[in-house]
């Protein structure tokens, strides 16, 4: 059975952050996710599929996508079955690694985040915001240091991280970051 769970625009902001202190976010899901990038799709679109765990409990999703800027997409999304998954894997990108990442969900000022923590870097994550309007204001708790706005910035994908096995700035330092 196909479950629906999203089939709209998404206008979405990315930002590298400090990592941090997990103790001071009102954490309202954590998810461990392993994302796949599948061969394009129709109208160039970009696919993946992702095996995500919650509370021992393992789901599978499939997710399509056309951009129209670096902030704006059509994106739709919906849970498969394990055997989907499975016939959509062997249509992996074999120029792309998969991507393994913790996200954390927590809200603040009735925003809720996306804090994207990857096991490459202990000092370093990614903040993603799902918008009404790319011009929209942001309100970030005081304990987030925004490092730069990374919306649109290629090396900054998770296709690009999981490839790069880390971050631009600790990549070019070897890990001194």
Same mark, same amino acid.
């Given at each position: 059975?196909? /479950?629906?769970?999203?089939?709209?625009?998404?206008?979405?902001?990315?930002?590298?952050?400090?990592?941090?202190?997990?103790?001071?976010?009102?954490?309202?899901?954590?998810?461990?996710?392993?994302?796949?990038y599948?061969?394009?799709?129709?109208?160039?679109?970009?696919?993946?599929?992702?095996?995500?765990?919650?509370?021992?409990?393992?789901?599978?999703?499939? /997710?399509?996508?056309?951009?129209?800027?670096? $902030?704006?997409?059509? #994106?739709?999304?919906?849970?498969?079955?394990?055997?989907?998954? #499975?016939?959509?894997?062997?249509?992996?990108?074999? #120029?792309? $690694?998969?991507?393994? $990442?913790?996200?954390l969900r927590?809200?603040?000022?009735?925003?809720?985040?996306?804090?994207?923590?990857?096991p490459?870097?202990?000092?370093?994550?990614i903040?993603?915001? #799902?918008?009404?309007?790319?011009?929209?204001?942001?309100?970030?708790?005081?304990?987030?240091?925004?490092?730069?706005?990374?919306?649109?910035?290629?090396?900054?994908?998770?296709?690009?991280?999981?490839?790069?096995?880390?971050?631009?700035?600790?990549?070019?330092?070897?890990?001194?970051?």
């Open positions: 059975m196909i /479950t629906l769970m999203n089939s709209n625009l998404e206008i979405e902001r990315k930002f590298l952050v400090e990592m941090p202190d997990e103790g001071l976010l009102n954490v309202v899901e954590r998810l461990n996710i392993l994302q796949t599948l061969n394009n799709g129709e109208d160039n679109s970009q696919r993946r599929v992702r095996k995500i765990c919650k509370d021992g409990v393992v789901s599978y999703v499939y /997710t399509e996508k056309i951009f129209y800027s670096a $902030k704006v997409r059509n #994106e739709i999304e919906y849970e498969i079955s394990v055997d989907e998954y #499975e016939r959509l894997i062997v249509q992996r990108k074999a #120029e792309l $690694k998969p991507i393994e $990442k913790t996200r927590f809200l603040y000022r009735e925003q809720l985040f996306e804090l994207d923590i990857y490459f870097s202990h000092s370093r994550a903040l993603e915001l #799902e918008l009404d309007d790319p011009e929209q204001k942001i309100f970030f708790p005081g304990f987030i240091r925004v490092i730069k706005e990374v919306t649109g910035v290629d090396a900054y994908s998770n296709s690009s991280l999981g490839n790069a096995g880390g971050f631009p700035e600790e990549s070019e330092t070897k890990g001194e970051i």
